[in-house]
Nanobody, 114 residues
Framework: QVQLVESGGGLVQAGGSLRLSCAAS????????MGWYRQAPGKQRESVATITSADKTNYADSVKGRFTISRDNAKNTVYLQMNSLKPEDTGVYYC????????WGQGTQVTVSS
């Protein structure tokens, strides 16, 4: 059984920074893709950033240049460094792990005040 546990969300003013972490546990294959999605109130869940086990990254256009995704394969942990936060970045951020199927964390709230 795979479990994803997120941490690091919170309330921050516009222009501020937050760092999200997600630790995966269970039977984790070495070849996988981890990432972050977010869901704002009344909107669909959208991909924010993903990273493969070979460190290939992909970002949503809206966060390019502001967010950085990274991972520690030894710890099965993925991070999302979020800088220059905007109110439109507000939402619940979900960690995801893809290896054959997609696994989801419970989500962590990020609120950016103007």
């Amino acid at each position: 059984q795979v479990q994803l546990v997120e941490s690091g969300g919170g309330l921050v003013q516009a222009g501020g920074s937050l760092r999200l972490s997600c630790a995966a546990s269970g039977n984790i294959f070495s070849n996988n893709r981890m990432g972050w999605y977010r869901q704002a109130p009344g909107k669909q869940r959208e991909s924010v950033a993903t990273i493969t086990s070979a460190d290939k990254t992909n970002y949503a256009d809206s966060v390019k240049g502001r967010f950085t995704i990274s991972r520690d394969n030894a710890k099965n942990t993925v991070y999302l460094q979020m800088n220059s936060l905007k109110p439109e970045d507000t939402g619940v951020y979900y960690c995801t792990l893809v290896m054959g199927r997609q696994y989801w964390g419970q989500g962590t709230q990020v609120t950016v005040s103007s």
